[in-house]
């Protein structure tokens, strides 16, 4: 049976958010003030980064790069990733972060992924500005990288879908596509959908290859 393991990166993937991680060390200015609009439902993803990067008055790609190089991943992921190519599971990383320093974390952590199995927005630098690059148009709910779109390609396909995630941007896809729900515990993905039969909550990696195993057992599939 054909299935597909989407998964956020940022909070799921890396132990922490690359991009708020960012956000703090290159401005002073209060740029949690859109991610509270974005959690209050008056605000989508995409316009709060716009507003949230262009706080940032000027910056180098060596500062980002020394900012990015300190992230760390969840070390049980190289396992479960090494799991994952083993059982030739295609696993998809979908993000609303910056495809450059998603490659960079990888790089430094030795972990190849596949250019096409990350589903991300970009940036470049002008002029020491920063200036967005999202990958999928402008949708109906402001998705800043628009997460069900790629979701609902993979499902059209007559796939399987696996969904692996933590935050706000995660719960439309999870909860309108998925066929499994795996949301890591105590954030706002499990939190939102603590009712649905098809969540699972996890802690690390680990978690995630003996629930997998367990629901292929049972054939959920």
Known sequence: MNI??????DGTITLTDTGKILLSKLTDKDWQYFDDLVI???????????NQWGMIEKTTIEE?????DEIEIDPSFIKFYDWIKENEIKFVILSDGFKTYINRIFQN????????GIKSNDMELIEGKIKLKFLTPECEHDCANCKYSH????????????????????IFPARELADLI??????????ELENDSRLIKFKNFTDLMEIITIEFLLKRF
Do not use: P, W
């Not at 980002?64 to 990015?68: A, D, G, L």
């Open 64 to 68: 980002i790069n020394r900012i990015v």
């Open 151 to 170: 979701v609902k390609q993979f499902k059209d396909k007559g796939s399987k879908i696996i969904y692996i995630g933590d935050g706000l941007s995660d």
């Open 109 to 116: 952590h030795k972990i190849q992924i596949a250019e096409d």
């Open 182 to 191: 795996l949301a890591k515990e105590n954030e706002d993905l499990a939190k």
């Open 40 to 50: 209050k439902g008056t605000m989508g993803t995409r316009e709060a980064l716009v």
């Open 4 to 9: 597909v393991i989407c998964c956020d990166f």
